[in-house]
Structures are given as C-alpha cells and as structure tokens.
C-alpha cells in the first residue's frame, strides 16, 4: 500500500517562510511527477508547482521567484521551500505523486494536507 506523509507547515507572519516535505512509501516501483497543490476556502484545489523525475519544475505565476521544489529520489522526497509568504497562501497543502506501485500502471496518490497560515 503506498502512502505519501506530509510534515511541515503552520502559522507564520508575512514575509516568513516555511518548509513543507512529503514522502512516499510502500511497494513503489517509481515516481513519476510529484507535485505541491493548495486549496483555499471557498476556491477549488490549485496547482502550486510540481518536478518531474529529472528535475524540470514548473510554478504557478502566483508563486514564482518565492517558491522552490526540489525532491530526493533515493528518498521519495519532495520538498517545497516557501519564502516571502504572503496572507494570499494561506490554505491547505497537498503533495501529489504520479508513480507506479509494483507491476500496474501509474496513479496519482495524494497526501493528508497541512495547513499553512500567514499572517498580515
């Protein structure tokens, strides 16, 4: 069974930064894409920025030059360095993960969600 673990998050101020990290785990055979995606109140769940295998990422405009991902192969490892927060980020984080589970095809597997709260 493969399970993805979120830590990191919490309540910061304006300008702070956070750092949120997600592993993978269970029968994985390997990952694909993983991403980061956020889910304010009231408004549907967003794309923040995701990294394929070799390393190419992409961000949302909103989040440009602020943010930056990175993630660790050998650990089933992403990260998502939060810098220059603004109250507009404060929501629910997701990490996504396209990969393949023992034989099968790939699937999107998603984590528990962490709250990130900026403060004016």
């Known amino acids: 069974q493969v399970q993805l673990v979120q830590s990191g998050g919490g309540l910061v101020q304006a300008g702070g930064s956070l750092r949120l990290s997600c592993t993978a785990s269970?029968?994985?055979?390997?990952?694909?894409?993983m991403g980061w995606y956020r889910q304010a109140p009231g408004k549907q769940r967003e794309l923040v920025a995701a990294i394929s295998r070799g390393g190419s990422t992409n961000y949302a405009d909103s989040v440009k030059g602020r943010f930056t991902i990175s993630r660790d192969n050998a650990k089933n490892t992403v990260y998502l360095q939060m810098n220059s927060l603004k109250p507009e980020d404060t929501a629910v984080y997701y990490c996504?993960?396209?990969?393949?589970?023992?034989?099968?095809?790939?699937?999107?597997?998603w984590g528990q969600g962490t709250q990130v709260t900026v403060s004016s």
């Open positions: 996504n993960a396209d990969l393949v589970a023992g034989t099968g095809p790939s699937y999107n597997y």
């Open positions: 269970g029968s994985i055979f390997r990952i694909n894409v």
